[in-house]
């Protein structure tokens, strides 16, 4: 059988709260590793170089060319 919508209360619903202290950590870490990844992708080359050699460049080249750096 079916049952009426129209005689039913609606519930509140709770909505948890994360403290901004807890989800900091969180979120300096996230950046970081950010970070780091748009240094390989985008500045590992030339002077800046963390390796020797042209292996990370090459790695990511067309990832470079997705994200428009240049690098020719």
């Not at 609606?10 to 950590?25: F, N, T």
């Not at 800046?48 to 060319?65: A, K, Q, W």
Request: with cysteine; net charge negative; aromatic share 12%.
């Amino acid at each position: 059988m079916a049952q009426s919508i129209f005689g039913s209360v609606a519930q509140p619903v709770s909505v948890p709260v994360v403290p901004v202290r807890e989800i900091l950590p969180y979120a300096v870490f996230g950046g970081l590793l950010l970070l780091l990844a748009i240094y390989f992708v985008g500045a590992e080359q030339g002077a800046t170089s963390m390796f020797r050699g042209t292996m990370v460049h090459e790695f990511l080249h067309d990832g470079r060319h997705l994200l428009g750096f240049p690098c020719h």
